[in-house]
């Protein structure tokens, strides 16, 4: 287990490259021996950073949770991060893609808790029963690890890759629709560039928020109220450049659109 110092050291590392917009080697690169623990260590220091400055925690997120995300990256299990107030971007608006290094694109399928839960033996009926409403949203990753290569512990280190969020479409209550099955599209410039089902993330998104439930129960915390949570992109990433118009469709719920410029 790293020591505090350590951990503070390498969160400098990241959250520098996180706001600079430049590469860094991969953690175990230097660090080989480095465990989760530590990667998660690093994350929540990371937390208590933007917060000092003025930013605000304003959900969670799973990563690496559908099979063809897990085989893009080559990891094989999820990955779980922060999402913040300076992440969140509005829809039909525009991305700056200077202050990103390697931005790609991502459908989800966004919860809104109405009551906080927690533990490690909820269930899906738990979840949907405690769901507020669900919303479309796209998460826009960026690695900040040179040529977007890394491992799992290195990713969870730079908060699962998050850097930008947008969600869209109307909230729906998750009892009217059947989350297992919803079809969405990613469009780029008009272009379909990629195609999944909501079953892709854990045979069904509630499966996400039951993982991160138990990874925060070990950590003695539990899921609040009122925030956003990301359950994992539905197909593989999908990477942009400037000048790109990115469209995400949902299946009954609506879509998600913005442009990188």
Known sequence: MMNIETINALTSRVL?????????????????????????????ELCRRWVARGDRITGMKAGLTSRAKMLQMGV????????????????????QIDELVHPRVEAEIGFVLKREIGGDHLSIDDVMAATDFVIPAVEIIDSRYEKFKFDLISVIADNGSSSRYVTGGRPMDPRNLDLCSIGVVIECNGDIEELGASAAVLDHPANSIIMLAAHLHSRGARLPAGQLI???????AVAVQKGDVINARFQNMGSVSFRFV
């Open 16 to 44: 520098m490259a996180q706001d600079s917009a430049t590469t860094i080697t991969k953690l175990t690169d230097e660090f080989p021996s480095m465990t989760m623990a530590d990667s998660y260590d690093i994350q929540d």
């Open 76 to 95: 094989d299990e999820p990955s779980f991060g922060f999402l913040t107030s300076a992440m969140a971007c509005p829809e039909s608006g525009k991305i």
């Open 230 to 236: 990301l359950t994992g992109g539905i197909t593989a």
